[in-house]
């Protein structure tokens, strides 16, 4: 079996990552793969933004790390892109990073409602003082807005809300239907992201629930192990590929110089 391109893999460079890129290519060949993609947090105006990403001096060299396991593995297909943070305010910045170099992808991704990280674990209390719904409601009105953005190929985690395990009472479909609206619009695609297997909601991000929407919705996908370590390349990737299956998929992105093309799963 074919495994698609892993398009979501992390660096040393974000301070949470462990590997060079080029260990990460080797484990994809083990693997079977034939192509995958970097696309570390990228870096944020101001230094002292958080602690998780690389910073606005350290992109080069990021490129050139990315460029040494090309190098290194000539015959994988190796893409560079970017995990990107949609914060409303800073479009501008999204765009200059654009403008820096011929990347293959962005993917866009919330990690902060306000100024609160709410999927950062030292930050869990918060989401025992507020109610689930209206974070739920929250997360996705900024996803709404990335995907609606045209500034990313891909939305990364697409309901990463349910990280550890805390789901609203009230019926939160209708969340899904305004994104996926957005998405359908823009023609982004949505992740299939195996790392929610590994956190405490036990399931790829989005739920099947969700990825059934969104393929009525005619919105495409991709694929990501999101990666911090070389051991979780292509991390369940056969039970990803039957979960996009199992949601109507046939096809999923692949994506160069920010041009995509649909490949059969």
Same mark, same amino acid.
């Given at each position: 079996m074919q495994l698609p391109a892993d398009y979501h893999m992390h660096t040393p460079l974000c301070r949470h990552a462990t590997g060079e890129p080029s260990e990460y290519a080797a484990k994809a060949l083990e693997r079977g793969l034939d192509e995958i993609?970097?696309?570390?947090?990228?870096?944020?105006?101001?230094?002292?933004?958080d602690d998780w990403r690389m910073l606005p001096g350290e992109l080069e060299d990021y490129l050139e790390r990315v460029a040494r396991a090309r190098r290194?593995?000539?015959?994988?297909?190796? @893409?560079?892109?970017?995990?990107?943070?949609?914060?409303?305010?800073?479009?501008?910045?999204?765009?200059?990073?654009? =403008? @820096? !170099? &011929?990347?293959?992808?962005?993917?866009?991704? +919330? !990690?902060?409602?306000?100024?609160?990280?709410?999927?950062?674990?030292s930050l869990i209390s918060v989401w025992q003082a507020r109610d %689930?719904?209206?974070?739920?409601? =929250?997360?996705?009105?900024?996803? %709404?807005? =990335?995907?609606?953005?045209?500034?990313?190929?891909?939305?990364?985690? =697409?309901?990463?809300?349910?990280?550890?395990?805390?789901? &609203?009472?009230r019926d939160y479909t209708p969340?899904?239907?305004?994104?996926?609206?957005?998405?359908?619009? %823009?023609? +982004?695609? +949505?992740?299939?992201? %195996?790392?929610?297997? @590994?956190?405490?909601c036990k399931e790829i991000y989005p739920a099947l629930a969700f990825l059934r929407r969104a393929h009525e919705a005619q919105v495409p996908i991709t694929f990501g192990s999101d990666a911090h370590q070389p051991g979780e390349v292509a991390a369940d990737f056969t039970r990803a590929l039957a979960h996009a299956k199992s949601a109507g998929y046939t096809h999923c992105l692949r994506l160069k110089g920010r041009k995509r093309e649909a490949v059969a799963l």
């Open positions: 993609g970097f696309s570390d947090h990228s870096p944020m105006p101001k230094d002292d933004f290194d593995f000539p015959g994988l297909e190796i @893409r560079l892109g970017l995990e990107v943070d949609y914060i409303p305010g800073q479009e501008d910045w999204i765009r200059e990073l654009a =403008a @820096r !170099h &011929p990347w293959d992808y962005f993917i866009g991704s +919330v !990690h902060y409602i306000g100024d609160w990280a709410f999927d950062n674990p %689930t719904f209206e974070i739920w409601d =929250a997360y996705f009105e900024r996803l %709404t807005m =990335a995907a609606a953005s045209g500034l990313f190929d891909i939305i990364g985690h =697409a309901d990463l809300c349910k990280k550890f395990g805390y789901y &609203p009472k969340l899904y239907d305004r994104f996926l609206a957005a998405a359908s619009s %823009t023609g +982004v695609a +949505v992740e299939l992201n %195996t790392a929610g297997l @590994r956190k405490d």
